[in-house]
């Protein structure tokens, strides 16, 4: 059973791009989540979703960041016209409903 | 607002000295605390979860104990394999789905 996928591992955009990070959630697992480590801070909680829905967002930025999660496919969160302060390590993680969950490797985003 | 702050930010250690990281939260209603570890360019790798004051886990040299306000990561006596960042989570009762928030982590370093 493999663990939760991301890709890609490493993503170089220049200012002014859009940013597509994907992750394939582990099997049978029905929610997804993306966290965001900037370097030296602890992980922040972005977006919860599952299945063709958005749970919570409370922690997206209002603008440019958006997520989805398709009845098919990978969630994927994209980002839009991306700035020097969007460089970090951006993780999603994967569980079945009401149980502890488990993290992908990360996408390193980093923006020139 | 949910907080979660660990303490000390980095410790190094000898081989075969044993010690005790913090992690003291606020939560609206404590529906579990997680302790993670994170490795260089990884994802958080799941250890322990607590649910009530006085519970204790254990696996190979790391102890997880909690309390009302705080819980520590014992580690006896360790070795330069357990040399990792260390994450501390809450989640609240009342959270949607699994969200989790972080501490800033406490950096381990295990000198042979």
């Known amino acids: 059973n493999a663990g939760v996928m991301q890709n890609p591992r490493h993503l170089v955009r220049r200012r002014g791009q859009e940013a597509r990070l994907r992750c394939s959630p582990m099997k049978g697992h029905s929610h997804v989540y993306w966290y965001r480590q900037l370097p030296e801070e602890g992980l922040k909680f972005m977006v919860y979703?599952?299945?063709?829905?958005?749970?919570?967002e409370s922690g997206m930025p209002k603008e440019r960041f958006s997520a989805e999660f398709p009845k098919e496919g990978p969630s994927i969160l994209r980002i839009q016209q991306v700035v020097r302060g969007d460089s970090a390590a951006y993780f999603c993680?994967?569980?079945?409903?009401?149980?502890?969950?488990?993290f992908g490797s990360g996408t390193r985003l980093t923006v020139v | 607002e949910d907080q979660v702050t660990q303490s000390p930010e980095a410790l190094r250690l000898q081989e075969g000295e044993s010690s005790s990281l913090n992690c003291s939260y606020t939560v609206s209603g404590l529906r579990g605390l997680f302790w993670y570890r994170q490795d260089p360019g990884k994802g958080p790798e799941f250890l322990f979860t607590?649910?009530?004051a006085g519970e204790e886990k254990e696996k190979e040299r790391l102890k997880a104990t909690l309390t009302k306000k705080e819980s520590f990561l014992h580690i006896t006596a360790p070795k330069p394999e357990d040399s990792a960042t260390y994450l501390c989570?809450?989640?609240?009762?009342?959270?949607?789905?699994?969200?989790?928030?972080f501490g800033g982590g406490t950096r381990v370093l295990v000198k042979p």
């Open positions: 989570a809450v989640q609240a009762r009342e959270a949607a789905g699994n969200k989790l928030t």
């Open positions: 993680a994967s569980s079945p409903p009401d149980y502890g969950y488990t």
């Open positions: 607590l649910y009530s």
């Open positions: 979703l599952q299945k063709e829905n958005i749970i919570d």
